[in-house]
Nanobody, 126 residues
Framework: QLQLVESGGGLVQPGGSLRLSCAAS????????IGWFRQAPGKEREGISY????????FYLNSVKGRFTISRDNAKNTFDLQMTSLKPEDTAVYYC???????????????????WGQGTQVTVSS
């Protein structure tokens, strides 16, 4: 059983940067595709970035392309989301996720991922 714990959220001014980290325990991440979702108040949850388990292909939501970068460190059993040029509309609770290869499509398209972190708040405000 995989457990995921996010860290790195907080309050940042518009234009600022934050780095979110997700630490995995209970199993190694090598087998899984990994990614990040977010949910803002009153809005639906949305997938913002993902790394495929098969070939390392990355996916980014259009609104974060060029600003956010996802990375993984299998040796440390962690993965990160570097966020730059943050905007007020990036304010949300951010969740890290992991999915087995057979469930990656459902995870990225419908949010039915195998494992979720507890979430970390990111607030972009002046």
């Amino acid at each position: 059983q995989l457990q995921l714990v996010e860290s790195g959220g907080g309050l940042v001014q518009p234009g600022g940067s934050l780095r979110l980290s997700c630490a995995a325990s209970g199993s190694t991440l090598d087998y899984y595709g990994i990614g990040w979702f977010r949910q803002a108040p009153g809005k639906e949850r949305e997938g913002i970035s993902y790394i495929s388990s098969s070939d390392g292909t990355t996916f980014y939501l259009n609104s974060v392309k060029g600003r956010f970068t996802i990375s993984r460190d299998n040796a440390k059993n962690t993965f990160d989301l570097q966020m730059t040029s943050l905007k007020p509309e990036d304010t949300a609770v951010y969740y890290c996720v992991a999915a087995s290869p057979s469930r990656e499509a459902m995870c990225t398209m419908r949010g039915t991922c195998d494992y979720w972190g507890q979430g970390t708040q990111v607030t972009v405000s002046s």
